[in-house]
């Protein structure tokens, strides 16, 4: 499919409307995560645009070729998120095709209003035939008011960078017109003769990308209610809990204000604030005043924006505070008359409207310190039950059961709300039981040397011991390397590993490595120190380190990491009074600076956990110890074999040269005897004891005088093999 699909692109130019007949074909294979030969899933649309395509194909071109000399007439329309265009030029008193135009929009132009939509197309479509235009005299024909929309409509709808570019390309090019005709026939793209329905653009647009017509964003004159709106959310010292609270305040009271669940955050905030806003003021006039650009900006920029795009970002997800959006929305609908005024925040201002202000800040932040109000929450005890348990709560006598059934509320309250519960919470990390149970991990940036800049910091919560791998980007395939090739080969796999939330910790790569290995992920805060408060304290120590140890040597920090690992690691810490090289390994670091007969480190300060686990891991080294040292070699006090002196022996042959050829040399007589080897005359060098194999004394040859010479024939000969 993909080759006949660009095997057809080349014919784009001939095709008109393309986009449109190919987009069937190419939705079956774009975002499916197919490989070269998986199947596709044909459907009738597909079927369709298939037989449409070929018809396409075998249909003569009617074509003209372009003429540089004379003036060029383009039209353009966008359907359904398609960009069709057809370049034309003056043939007799008609206009002929040059060239036909087709694309897909972006998905940011895609999800922008009708109006909008055909500005992206016409941009689209001058950049496609700018090849065969050139500098020729060029009229664009569009059904909407490109000229009017980019002059005269607010460009908060489009970024900077796309609104200079649809305004470079379309009204500062000195040869291209852009004008406004009437309805383009679908067929050919060229204009009929009827007029069509009329529609003005800047009004469609204020339509569709504000939540009211109405809306605006000046005080209104003789309100019937002034009202400041703000959120609150803040870290509480003692807690380090999240405080989220709201406030609508008058000139002289404050109309409503409240707490808010704790993972609600300041723009969420300003949002619910806003919305109880437009409900104080239904079927009135008022003004509000907010210093949240963001909730501005939803208010008169974003919000219909995202609602024409049903709060779907780019890539599919939904924008964050989407049903707070939505019901803001809804909300503003509710005064008769509406105005949204952005607000400077925190002056010392002595005008009404910063008095305003201040006065909404500090109703919010004193609603955020209030407890919120206790939900009602069924009693799970008088829930429908089994009929198992049903059955065994009917043995009960009755008095039992009323004494229940009125006291279960009571003590669901003091489960879910009791002061018990509050001062035992403990909102820190439990604590490990072993070592590299619970690792902790941050990236940490530094200056680049040697192709290195950041650093992946992993820190063991049970005994605080540091493990830092230098690498050139954060990425995902750092943290598995480090986990796959550093941690988990060195000390084991670990239960639990806490991070920040950032792409390079939460990813699908890790979370498909930590499920099989089953590791459970916990994320953190970001930009948050105290959430992970353990890396972040070693990140401290290890910047602090590495900038004296680079000034004092004059080494890359890459050099120096070593010695302040070292460091870190021996260093003694306050709760413990042990380093974490005494609590993994159980000894003192010998670090040739202390004498030898220093005594052990007091245990005074240590707790009892740890100390328990020091002591038991002293007495499981020491007996390890000891096997290891059992099965070490030993130095032999006496000979490991039985020959001696003046024994025959024959020597294993190492060199072969064919399969023939003898596997023992021999017969020699042994000179000199060590624990392990021996020395014959016909050897320059030792033979190890295991090469030999001793054989009987040869005997003398017959009528020979020499007593050394011997013979085989009345003894017989020694097995060679």
Not at 234 to 245: H, Y
Request: glycine share 4%.
């Amino acid at each position: 499919m993909m080759s006949f699909l660009g095997m057809c692109s080349y014919c784009r130019s001939f095709i008109p409307n393309y986009s449109q007949l190919e987009q069937p074909l190419s939705s079956l294979i774009h975002g499916k995560n197919l490989s070269a030969h998986d199947k596709i899933q044909w459907l009738p649309a597909a079927s369709q645009a298939f037989t449409d395509m070929k018809c396409a194909l075998q249909v003569p071109p009617t074509l003209g070729l372009p003429d540089p000399h004379k003036p060029f007439t383009q039209t353009v329309d966008e359907r359904s998120g398609c960009m069709t265009s057809v370049l034309l030029q003056s043939h007799g008193d008609k206009l002929r095709p040059v060239a036909y135009f087709s694309a897909k929009l972006d998905p940011v132009a895609a999800g922008l209003p009708q109006c909008l939509r055909a500005v992206a197309a016409a941009e689209k479509a001058l950049t496609a035939s700018r090849d065969i235009v050139g500098y020729a005299t060029l009229t664009l024909l569009v059904p909407h008011s490109v000229s009017l929309i980019l002059l005269e409509q607010k460009s908060s709808h489009l970024s900077a960078a796309r609104y200079l570019r649809y305004h470079t390309c379309l009204l500062d090019m000195p040869n291209v017109t852009v004008k406004r005709c009437n309805v383009l026939n679908p067929a050919s793209l060229l204009p009929t003769p009827e007029d069509g329905e009329e529609h003005n653009c800047l009004a469609e647009l204020e339509a569709q990308c504000t939540p009211r017509p109405d809306l605006a964003d000046t005080p209104l004159l003789n309100s019937d209610m002034v009202m400041y709106v703000d959120g609150s959310a803040s870290r509480d010292p003692l807690t380090g809990s999240n405080l989220v609270g709201f406030s609508v305040v008058s000139d002289s009271t404050v109309l409503c204000s409240g707490p808010l669940p704790c993972h609600l955050s300041a723009q969420a905030a300003e949002l619910i604030a806003l919305t109880e806003a437009c409900k104080l003021a239904k079927d009135k006039t008022t003004t509000i005043h907010t210093d949240s650009r963001y909730a501005f900006g939803v208010v008169h920029d974003f919000g219909a924006l995202w609602r024409h795009r049903n709060f779907l970002k780019s890539d599919g997800k939904p924008v964050l505070h989407h049903t707070l959006i939505a019901e803001l929305l809804d909300a503003i609908l509710l005064p008769t008359a509406i105005a949204v005024c952005k607000c400077a925040a925190h002056t010392s201002g002595t005008g009404d409207i910063a008095k305003g202000n201040e006065r909404a800040d500090l109703a919010a932040k004193a609603a955020a310190r209030r407890p919120l109000p206790k939900p009602s929450r069924p009693v799970p005890a008088m829930c429908s039950l089994p009929s198992s348990l049903a059955a065994v709560q009917s043995l009960s006598t009755s008095d039992e059961r009323r004494f229940w059934s009125s006291s279960g509320s009571k003590f669901i309250d003091g489960i879910w709300y009791g002061p018990n519960v509050q001062v035992s919470h403990h909102a820190a990390h439990p604590p490990p039981a072993r070592p590299f149970e619970h690792v902790m991990m941050d990236f940490v940036e530094l200056s680049p040397s040697e192709g290195k800049k950041h650093c992946l910091v992993m820190v063991d919560m049970w005994s605080k011991w540091v493990e830092v791998f230098p690498s050139s980007k954060q990425t995902a395939s750092t943290v598995a390397k480090a986990l796959i090739s550093e941690i988990i080969p060195r000390w084991g796999i670990p239960s639990k590993i806490s991070s920040d939330n950032g792409s390079h910790f939460v990813n699908q790569a890790i979370t498909e490595l930590s499920a099989y290995l089953g590791i459970d992920l916990k994320t953190h805060c970001a930009y948050h120190p105290a959430s992970g408060g353990a890396v972040e304290r070693e990140n401290g120590t290890m910047k602090t380190k590495l900038a004296k140890c680079c000034t004092d040597t004059g080494l890359p920090w890459t050099k120096a990491l070593p010695l302040v690992l070292m460091y870190m690691r021996m260093r003694k810490r306050t709760r413990s009074n042990l380093s974490p090289f005494e609590i993994l390994f159980a000894v003192p670091p010998h670090i040739g600076v202390e004498a030898p007969g220093t005594p052990l480190p007091s245990t005074t300060m240590c707790e009892n956990d740890m100390l328990t686990y020091c002591i038991r891991l002293s007495s499981t080294l020491s007996d390890v110890r000891k096997q290891v040292v059992a099965a070490l070699p030993r130095e032999a006090t006496g000979p490991l074999h039985r020959l001696q002196p003046g024994d025959f022996v024959v020597v294993k042959d190492f060199r072969r040269k064919s399969w023939k050829a003898k596997r023992w040399q021999g017969p020699f007589q042994i000179l000199l005897v060590t624990q392990t080897a021996v020395k014959v005359a016909e050897r320059a060098t030792w033979v190890h004891a295991s090469h030999c194999k001793k054989v009987p004394d040869p005997v003398p040859a017959v009528g020979s005088g020499d007593p050394t010479s011997t013979t085989s024939v009345n003894q017989p000969t020694p097995p060679i093999q």
